[in-house]
């Protein structure tokens, strides 16, 4: 898997104006996951009960639970340093990641693209009905940060694995 990139995922307190990130997840070329719950700040105070559904992580479970954005911010940096690391809803997460690191007052210390500049249109046109398949084996019941961004880069694996087969 080391040919994989670094692939991130962050669930959030909504989809929004005002929401937040809840929680950040990767895993990395080797495959390893990383996965935290972040402890909202003062002022995050926007929450979805439908976001709430999809994810399951109420927001009691991050005041309790949670780790400050200042420690969230240094340990993602420490793991992810150099290098460029890939969302699939970069729009979204890349709003959320500037609310963590604003929040910390630090700067992150990798590069977040959309996974989509990876692929090619063939790949792209498979992606959902891969990306499916992958989430069923895998069978995960929990929509959860760290096994959506493990999902995304088994999709890409596996899609990568047809090309060359």
């Known amino acids: 898997m080391s040919a ?10 909504g989809f929004g104006r005002g929401s937040y990130p809840i929680e950040i997840g990767f895993v990395d070329p080797d495959g390893a996951l990383f996965c935290t719950l972040i402890q909202p700040e003062p002022d995050w105070v926007h929450w979805d009960a439908s976001a709430e559904q999809l994810h399951g992580i109420q927001r009691e479970l991050l005041l309790q639970h949670g780790k400050p954005a200042a420690w969230v ?3 993602v940096n420490k793991r992810l340093a150099g290098q460029t690391v890939y969302c699939d809803a970069w729009g979204h997460d890349y709003a959320w990641l500037s609310r963590l690191y604003d929040a910390a007052e630090r700067s992150p210390s990798f590069k977040l693209e959309d996974l989509r500049c ?4 063939d790949e792209a046109a498979r992606w959902h009905a891969t990306n499916d398949a992958v989430r069923e084996r895998q069978a995960l019941r929990r929509h959860r940060a760290s096994s959506d961004a493990k999902v995304l880069q088994l999709t890409l694996a ?3 694995r047809r090309v060359t087969a």
């Open 4 to 13: 994989l990139p670094a692939i991130l995922d962050i669930e959030a307190s």
């Open 73 to 75: 911010a240094q340990e």
């Open 118 to 121: 990876l692929l090619t249109d």
């Open 158 to 160: 596996e899609l990568r």
